[in-house]
Every structure is written in structure tokens, then in C-alpha cells.
């Protein structure tokens, strides 16, 4: 049973960069497919990135071309560097794992802040 835990997360101003990491422990982690999700005071959770067994990403239309979502599969790691930062993009960052052919995400890690200012 894979276990996550996101690092990363801070305090940055507009324009900044951040890298979050999500340790995955105790399971097979390279067969499944990953993803960030984030959720904002008041907003709904979103899907922010994802990235299949090959290695293949995909992102929400306002992160593209700022943010990009990578793993190691040697470390059991999956990482999202954030750059060109908005006060928009504050948020409390998750990453999530599924078996590709499960359509829910679990597990969840416990979250990581990101605040831009």
C-alpha cells in the first residue's frame, strides 16, 4: 500500500519558484499514475498535473508552461516545479496516486502550503 508525503512548500512572492516533492513509500510506485492537486481558501480542489507510468504529463490550462510535473522512479519520488508563481496559485498542494485503470485517486498525501504573495 503506497503511503505519500508532499515537502516543499512555503512562503514565495510573485514571479518566484518552489519545488514541491511527494515521497512514496511501501507499494509499487512507478505503475501508477500520479498527480497534483491544490485547493485555495474558499475554492474547490483541482487537478493541477498529472503524469502516467511512461513518464507522460498533462496540466491544467493555468499552470501550463509555468509549472512541470516529473518523477523518480529510482527515489520513489514525484516533483512539481512551480515557477512564474501568481497569488492565485496559494493553495494547499496534494499529491495523489491511483492504479491508471481506477478512475479515484488513493492515497492522498497530507498536504503542503504554498503561499505567494
Known amino acids: 500500500h503506497v503511503q505519500l508525503v508532499e515537502s516543499g512548500g512555503g512562503s514565495v512572492q510573485a514571479g518566484g519558484s518552489l519545488r514541491l516533492s511527494c515521497a512514496a513509500s511501501?507499494?509499487?510506485?512507478?505503475?501508477?499514475?500520479m498527480a497534483w492537486f491544490r485547493q485555495g481558501p474558499g475554492k474547490e480542489r483541482e487537478g493541477v498535473a498529472t503524469?502516467?507510468?511512461?513518464?507522460?504529463?498533462n496540466y491544467v490550462d493555468s499552470v501550463k508552461g509555468r509549472f512541470t510535473i516529473s518523477k523518480d522512479n529510482a527515489k520513489n519520488t514525484l516533483y512539481l516545479q512551480m515557477n512564474s508563481l501568481k497569488p492565485e496559485d496559494t493553495a494547499t498542494y496534494y499529491c495523489?496516486?491511483?492504479?491508471?485503470?481506477?478512475?479515484?485517486?488513493?492515497?492522498w498525501g497530507q498536504g503542503t502550503q504554498v503561499t505567494v504573495s
Open positions: 503524469i502516467d507510468p511512461g513518464g507522460n504529463p
Open positions: 511501501g507499494g509499487t510506485y512507478s505503475h501508477y499514475c
Open positions: 495523489a496516486a491511483r492504479w491508471c485503470w481506477v478512475r479515484d485517486y488513493n492515497p
